[in-house]
């Protein structure tokens, strides 16, 4: 099933259909054939919550394909061609937690840009019964996972995701708030103070840092110093070994 967020635009026509702002398609052909609705902006694990509800129905009227719980699939997002890689891995990332969450295992993850149309910001995602009988499942896994030199079939990733790594330190020996003047000597000393007068500096000069940064780049800077530095004050809070 396809969302885009704008058209197809073929050079020297006009966009395939139009969108209203802050709306997307919901149900779309790749070749912009129109979708069943159109749908008011909304975040990613809602949308492919709406995607896999739809795909997944055991409506009478629908009888797409229903995956009970307990069984497998292999899971396809493809970008519609103007979608980056990175809001590709976001869309990959909610539709695993959703389908596990439906009780669903993802065997094998493909995610790039398979089926494309110029210009399309939007993802699709297809699903692959892989438990028909265990045979079938098997030489299933074992077609996908064929050596194959094709420049459009990149390397799958094991659906399962892995959680943040955990790295052991000591207890730190007391716990502080992020300001620079009440962090005490006994957890940290003036590196504590050093690092949140720093930090906060950091957060101060954001605005700065993305002004300066959208003279030659994309103008995030700032922000993304910002994320970093909020991190960092959070942590303090909790104390540092």
């Known amino acids: 099933m396809g969302v885009s967020l704008s058209p197809c635009v073929v050079p020297g026509r006009p966009p395939s259909f139009t969108l209203p702002a802050g709306f997307f398609e919901l149900g779309l052909g ?38 009970p719980a307990g069984e497998t699939v292999a899971l396809l997002v493809n970008s519609r061609g103007g979608t980056s890689n990175l ?74 995701l892995q959680g943040p790594a955990t790295i052991p330190c000591a207890a730190p020996p007391a716990t502080f708030s992020s300001g620079a003047e009440s962090a005490p000597a006994a957890v940290g000393g003036s590196f504590a103070i050093a690092l949140s007068a720093a930090m906060d500096a950091l957060l101060n000069a954001a605005p700065e840092l993305n002004r300066l940064d959208a003279e030659c780049g994309d103008g995030d800077c700032g922000s993304s110093m910002a994320v970093g530095a909020t991190a960092v004050l959070a942590a303090l809070q909790t104390g540092l070994p």
């Open 30 to 67: 790749i070749h912009g054939e129109p979708g069943m609705q159109q749908c008011p902006g909304t975040d990613a694990n809602s949308l492919v919550a709406t995607m896999l509800d739809t795909i997944l129905s055991t409506e009478p009227s629908r009888g797409y394909l229903p995956v």
């Open 87 to 160: 809001e590709l891995g976001v869309v990959v990332r909610s539709a695993v937690v959703s389908l596990e969450a439906r009780g669903i295992a993802v065997a094998r993850v493909y995610a790039s840009a398979y089926m494309t149309a110029i210009q399309m910001a939007g993802v699709s995602l297809t699903l692959l019964r892989l438990d028909g009988n265990a045979l079938a499942g098997a030489a299933t896994l074992d077609a996908l996972d064929s050596p194959t030199t094709a420049s459009g079939w990149p390397a799958h990733y094991p659906g399962h």
